[in-house]
């Protein structure tokens, strides 16, 4: 079971005219990219037509078919005779198949509906992913500025004791090639990070040139329940899932109304007539096709056959989720374990062995290639960290979407069962 605590990309307060800051944007908030995505994706809005129109299905599959009326006259054979006029009003009614009909619409309904929550997750995952990613390379860049600061520094230390004939000229160039060599690292997590905004502003419908960038935001790392709890609430909250199931109950539906419509309609009609004489006429009329070769074979068969099919991608679809979840939560469950290591063990010797470096070499008791060392080992760390968590939060974001939902909704879930 993961442990549920808060992670920070946190903005470290470092500076330098050496090194180029990001371009001031204005800052946007996780649910404001994710609001922002949906509004302007033109895949979501497309999708939301597709359920309007299922839903101009439910509204035909309520409505009955109009009647037929037709009206004609006929002169009669001789000037003074009056003409023949006919009138004739008719329906065609196919028994049993209203109710059919309207559970196949109601079910295709709620099929694209799923389909549209489904893709609507999947763009939530997306952004959440260029979110926290580019939190990341921020991050890495200030740590990338953080190299620079300390280098920079220990430079100026080296170019002192030069002077006074503690250490020879190529220590001091060796510090000013690291230094200027953490600018080129910076510059290349700039370019990263540039591209990455791109992503991220496309996702969002922005133009390239949009001042947009993610602000800096906290997330949870959980979580507090066990991999079963998520199968089980996944399996009344996935979308696919739930357009898998849908889906079977609209080609039942189907297979229902195809039977249904073996059986012949039924035309009942209603018939006026006055003839040139004068008298009128009127009497009913009875029309009911022979099934004698079309019985709807091939109609009733290709529903079956798709029913079939919708049972047999049922299974799938759940096979597949489990697979997911159960992928999601270990990745998860090692990640949370690696970030603890970091923040309770490593992370504190780190900065405690770091500090213990920096007055060694000052001190001339630490060689330049023993510091270099260390400071490769010290900044790895961090950046292996900062990708820590922006590889738990990207994950995060996938729990939810093979879910079907947030996991903090399966704590209500269990109390609305109660």
């Known amino acids: 079971m993961l442990s549920v605590s808060t992670i920070v ?60 009326a037709s009206y004609s006259t006929k002169e009669g054979e001789e000037s003074d005779e009056k003409p023949n006029v006919e009138f004739e009003l008719e329906k065609e009614f196919r028994l049993g198949t209203w109710g059919p009909k309207r559970k196949a619409a109601k079910a295709g309904y709620e099929v694209a509906k799923e389909k549209l929550r489904a893709s609507e997750q999947k763009l939530v995952q997306e952004v959440k992913t260029s979110f926290f990613s580019l939190l990341s390379l921020e991050g890495k860049s200030e740590l990338a500025q953080d190299v620079f600061k300390l280098n920079d520094e220990l430079a100026q230390i080296a170019r002192t004791r030069l002077e006074k004939g503690e250490v020879s000229e190529v220590e001091a160039n060796i510090l000013e090639v690291e230094r200027d060599r953490s600018i080129q690292e910076k510059k290349s997590l700039e370019a990263a990070y540039y591209e990455e905004l791109l992503t991220f502003k496309n996702l969002l419908g922005y133009s390239s040139e949009a001042e947009v960038k993610p602000q800096k935001e906290s997330y949870n790392r959980y979580s507090e329940h066990n991999v079963d709890d998520y199968l089980d609430f996944a399996g009344g909250n996935r979308p696919e899932i739930l357009s898998a199931q849908n889906r079977i109950m609209q080609t039942k539906a189907d297979a229902t109304l195809a039977k249904r419509e073996s059986l012949p309609p039924v035309t009942v009609g209603f018939l006026y007539e006055q003839e040139t004489s004068g008298e009128d006429l009127m009497g009913g009329r009875i029309s009911i096709p022979i099934p004698i070769f079309d019985r709807n074979q091939s109609r009733i068969y290709q529903t079956k056959a798709a029913s079939q099919q919708a049972e047999a991608e049922q299974e799938g679809i759940r096979f597949q989720v489990e697979r997911e979840i159960r992928a999601t939560y270990k990745n998860l469950e090692l990640l949370d374990e690696s970030i603890d290591i970091y923040e309770q063990k490593m992370g504190p010797k780190l900065e405690k062995t770091l500090e213990i470096y920096k007055d060694g070499y000052q001190n001339g008791q630490v060689s330049i290639f023993e510091f270099f060392s260390f400071e490769r080992q010290y900044f790895e760390a961090k950046g292996d960290y900062l990708s820590l968590l922006n590889e738990y939060a990207q994950a995060a974001a996938e729990l939810e979407r093979v879910i079907g939902g947030k996991p903090e909704d399966i704590k209500s879930m269990k109390g609305d069962r109660k």
């Open 9 to 68: 990309f946190a903005q470290m307060d470092v500076s330098s005219s050496h090194v180029m800051d990001f371009p001031r944007h204005i800052e946007i908030t996780l649910d404001e990219s994710i609001k922002q995505a949906l509004d302007s994706n033109p895949e979501i809005k497309a999708l939301r037509k597709d359920v309007d129109i299922a839903y101009g299905e439910i509204i035909e599959a309520n409505t009955f078919s109009n009647p037929e």
